[in-house]
């Protein structure tokens, strides 16, 4: 029987979870094999160069740019702090100056006289890349950065916004269905990561920043309160640089939509223990999801191979949760009760293969295997 792709995303009590941690250069590595790290812990750390200024200093002395060398105070390599005088010029027997400070502080590069002007390289900015979760460094990249392995609760989202967060779970929705509300958030939530249920409003959202939160996952968010947070509409490019104060991370879709109840029920399970989350996502080549983190042992190396629950991917079957991504069935969560292998002719008059399958509520349907996806569990 022919098999097809079936997109999947994952739902897992209890899985090994690998993050390559790595530098955007070159720089140095602090930890090594065999090191246990903290989420916060720094594992490498470099320095990118500074922004790099020019100075037209002929211009500004009323020299020729030939003559400017003769007029510098200060050298190739000087670091130079902003406001402090680097070229001068006397005219008149030395009864008349003219100055020239700098823009900004940082180090001479060079000094041309050809155009006159000084390039100056402002000061390095500091890189550091930290672990994301508890875990064991297992792998080195010289010079790069490491691999950190844990064992721990991991949940997939739809969709997210915002970088990495850490932070404890914090529970505040009863139940899946429940809207994020502002009134449940309150300064006690300060630097946690929020649970909500069917929805996070704009005025959640922004209750939440108020207070210092570090995330929020709730099932669904509404794409006009996306637009309002983050002041313009969102392309077809990768998320996760938002610059919005918190992180969030969507496991349903857009507008108003119950989060799957093994999904709340997992992360309720977990309330608060340290989670990290991403909100980066990426739906086209090189698909990347928003995920939620909740290692299982944060005190010290942990020894749970022999507890791992996850099984490798056997795709498709009977038996296996799938979410309908398309309509009339958008966003339900059921359980596939049979793979009919023959084509079936649709409406459309196409001929697909399909699968049967029994939602939540105990009522059946027969839908195209191009509108599911898969949860792994």
């Given at each position: 029987?022919?098999?097809?792709?079936?997109?999947?995303?994952?739902?897992?009590?209890?899985?090994?979870?690998?993050?390559?941690?790595?530098?955007?250069?070159?720089?140095?590595?602090?930890?090594?094999?065999?090191?246990?790290?903290?989420?916060?812990?720094?594992?490498?750390?470099?320095?990118?160069?500074?922004?790099?200024?020019?100075?037209?200093?002929?211009?500004?002395?009323?020299?020729?740019?030939?003559?400017?060398?003769?007029?510098?105070?200060?050298?190739?390599?000087?670091?130079?702090?902003?406001?402090?005088?680097?070229?001068?010029?006397?005219?008149?027997?030395?009864?008349?100056?003219?100055?020239?400070?700098?823009?900004?502080?940082?180090?001479?590069?060079?000094?041309?006289?050809?155009?006159?002007?000084?390039?100056?390289?402002?000061?390095?900015?500091?890189?550091?890349?930290?672990?994301?979760?508890?875990?064991?460094?297992?792998?080195?990249?010289?010079?790069?950065?490491?691999?950190?392995?844990?064992?721990?609760?991991?949940?997939?989202?739809?969709?997210?916004?915002?970088?990495?967060?850490?932070?404890?779970?914090?529970?505040?929705?009863?139940?899946?269905?429940?809207?994020?509300?502002?009134?449940?958030?309150?300064?006690?939530?300060?630097?946690?990561?929020?649970?909500?249920?069917?929805?996070?409003?704009?005025?959640?959202?922004?209750?939440?920043?108020?207070?210092?939160?570090?995330?929020?996952?709730?099932?669904?968010?509404?794409?006009?309160?996306?637009?309002?947070?983050?002041?313009?509409?969102l392309g077809v490019a990768i998320t996760g640089s938002e610059d919005i104060g918190l992180t969030v991370v969507v496991t349903e879709g857009f507008g108003k939509m119950t989060m799957a109840h093994?999904?709340?029920?997992?992360?309720?399970?977990?309330?608060?223990?340290?989670?990290?989350?991403?909100?980066?996502?990426?739906?086209?080549?090189?698909?990347?999801?928003?995920?939620?983190?909740?290692?299982?042992?944060?005190?010290?190396?942990?020894?749970?191979?022999?507890?791992?629950?996850?099984?490798?991917?056997?795709?498709?079957?009977?038996?296996?949760?799938?979410?309908?991504?398309?309509?009339?069935?958008?966003?339900?969560?059921?359980?596939?009760?049979a793979l009919p292998p023959e084509l079936q002719k649709l409406e459309t008059e196409a001929m697909v293969r399909v699968l049967e399958v029994e939602f939540d509520d105990g009522t059946r349907a027969?839908?195209?295997?191009?509108?599911?996806?898969?949860?792994?569990?």
């Open positions: 029987m022919a098999h097809a792709y079936t997109p999947g995303l994952r739902v897992a009590k209890q899985t090994e979870v690998r993050k390559e941690r790595r530098l955007p250069l070159k720089g140095e590595v602090l930890a090594k094999v065999g090191d246990w790290v903290k989420a916060e812990t720094v594992v490498a750390r470099t320095e990118l160069p500074g922004n790099v200024q020019t100075v037209n200093v002929a211009n500004k002395l009323s020299i020729l740019p030939e003559d400017i060398e003769r007029h510098m105070l200060a050298k190739v390599g000087d670091w130079v702090d902003e406001g402090e005088c680097i070229a001068e010029s006397r005219s008149f027997f030395g009864l008349f100056k003219s100055r020239c400070a700098m823009p900004v502080s940082g180090t001479i590069e060079s000094v041309s006289n050809i155009t006159g002007q000084v390039i100056v390289r402002e000061r390095a900015i500091p890189v550091e890349v930290n672990a994301y979760v508890d875990g064991e460094v297992v792998e080195i990249y010289e010079n790069e950065g490491v691999m950190v392995r844990t064992v721990a609760t991991f949940v997939q989202g739809i969709f997210g916004i915002g970088g990495e967060s850490i932070g404890i779970l914090e529970v505040v929705a009863r139940r899946p269905e429940d809207a994020l509300q502002p009134e449940m958030i309150t300064p006690d939530h300060e630097g946690k990561i929020i649970l909500g249920g069917s929805l996070v409003t704009i005025e959640a959202l922004r209750r939440a920043q108020e207070v210092g939160a570090k995330g929020i996952i709730a099932g669904g968010i509404g794409d006009a309160d996306l637009r309002t947070i983050l002041g313009y509409d093994r999904t709340f029920d997992l992360l309720t399970s977990r309330q608060g223990m340290k989670t990290s989350i991403s909100g980066a996502t990426q739906i086209r080549a090189g698909v990347i999801r928003p995920e939620v983190v909740v290692p299982l042992d944060s005190a010290g190396r942990s020894d749970r191979d022999s507890e791992i629950e996850d099984t490798p991917s056997t795709g498709l079957t009977v038996g296996r949760h799938v979410r309908v991504i398309r309509e009339p069935f958008f966003g339900k969560i059921g359980k596939v009760t027969t839908i195209p295997r191009a509108n599911v996806e898969l949860i792994e569990e």
